[in-house]
């Protein structure tokens, strides 16, 4: 008998042939069931929604092999613990941002959002096509955890604020709800940064606890009211210019899974990405205007002197992170390699059209 008939006889198919593995039909009987942590609110617009997306899209792609259930922050470990959950291997994959995580990394911050740095399409460029994402898998590597960018929300707004910025003097004292290299940014440059979660902004705001906060964009403002709790919406936001959302997956529960469920993961992730960017940029846009023409928002612009202000500030934030570790110096000179070369291109094809259209 030839080869391919008793193949064809014996009901077996291409991969598994030669192979100690399960045969594919056995395989397709076999339910794997995902964990996914997530650092947001669950059913969040745009953020804990992307979560519910990715995990939907595995499941599906993988036609019920694969079955990710999602849990929202504190359902199963609070929102700052999703990095060691997913470390231990208490929930196999994890959504977040990798800002999160600069206790366990300084380099993971470079993944996320950094002050003056990357936009969404830029970011994404380095990621995939630059050695970005090596670099990502590397800092997380210690700790048994693949990332892979799932989402990004686009160039964020600077934030709401209950006074004029017309001068960086009316930075000096300002107490805002920004975290991360942008809040270091802000305390340079006279004013208190504030860390606080997201389901405590508004009431902070609206008391007067803090005079100013940054959240996302008016995708996300409006469903959380910020418009009634403060008068003055600036843009852009310097601090976020293109925040790239991480999933994590644990590395072992990775190993364990057959190619063609990894590829549909890794993949999926990738789908998940660009699903998210665009989510933003068509609600963002329908927001704004809602904000605008509806609410009477006082949009406006921040201050060229005030942006080449914090603009400065922030390349000494930045090169200070790249000299706190081995790690963080490897990931800076890469990123600001790219940004260099990027910049370039563009200026002279989206910028330049951009500006005229
Ligand atoms: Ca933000």
């Not at 686009?154 to 960086?168: K, T």
């Not at 964009?217 to 418009?227: E, S, V």
């Not at 612009?301 to 202000?309: A, H, I």
Request: glycine share 10%.
């Amino acid at each position: 008998m030839k080869r391919r008939e008793f193949i064809k006889q014996a009901g077996i198919t291409g991969a598994a042939t030669g192979m100690a593995i399960m045969s594919p039909a056995a395989q397709a009987k076999t339910t794997i069931k995902w964990k996914m942590v997530t650092t947001w609110p669950k059913n969040f617009p745009g953020l804990g929604t992307g979560a519910n997306y990715l995990a939907q899209l595995i499941t599906d792609m993988s036609g019920g092999r694969l079955q990710v259930k999602v849990y929202g922050a504190k359902e199963l470990v609070p929102a700052f613990e999703v990095f060691d959950a997913v470390s231990r291997g208490t929930a196999q994959m994890g959504h977040g941002a990798s800002y999160y995580w600069k206790g366990k990394s300084e380099a993971a911050q470079f993944f996320a959002a950094v002050p003056f740095g990357l936009t969404a399409q830029e970011m994404n460029a380095w990621l995939y096509h630059g050695g970005g994402e090596a670099l990502w898998r590397e800092t997380y590597k210690p700790f048994g955890i693949i990332p892979a960018a799932t989402g990004n929300t686009g160039v964020q707004m600077a934030g709401w604020f209950n006074r004029e910025i017309n001068s960086m003097d009316d930075l000096k004292g300002l107490k805002m709800r920004i975290p991360g290299l942008g809040g270091e940014v802000l305390s340079r440059a006279g004013g208190t940064p504030v860390s606080l979660p997201g389901g405590e902004i508004f009431t902070s705001l609206k008391s007067g606890a803090i005079d100013a906060t940054e959240w996302v964009g008016p995708y996300n403002d409006l469903a959380f009211g910020l418009h009634k709790a403060a008068k003055y919406y600036y843009y852009p936001g310097w601090h976020e210019p293109g925040t790239t959302m991480e999933a994590l997956i644990n590395e072992k529960a990775f190993a364990a899974l057959p190619k063609d469920l990894q590829s549909i993961v890794m993949n999926a992730c990738k789908i998940a990405n660009q699903n998210m960017l665009s989510e933003y940029t068509a609600r963002n846009n329908t927001a704004l205007k809602t904000l605008v023409n509806k609410h009477k928002v006082s949009l406006r612009k921040l201050p060229d002197e005030v942006l080449t202000k914090l603009r400065d500030l922030s390349r000494e934030v930045v090169l200070e992170l790249a000299e706190k570790d081995p790690q963080s110096k490897k990931v800076y000179e890469s990123f600001s390699q790219f940004s260099k070369d990027v910049k370039d291109w563009s200026a002279i094809a989206e910028l330049a059209y951009l500006t005229i259209r």
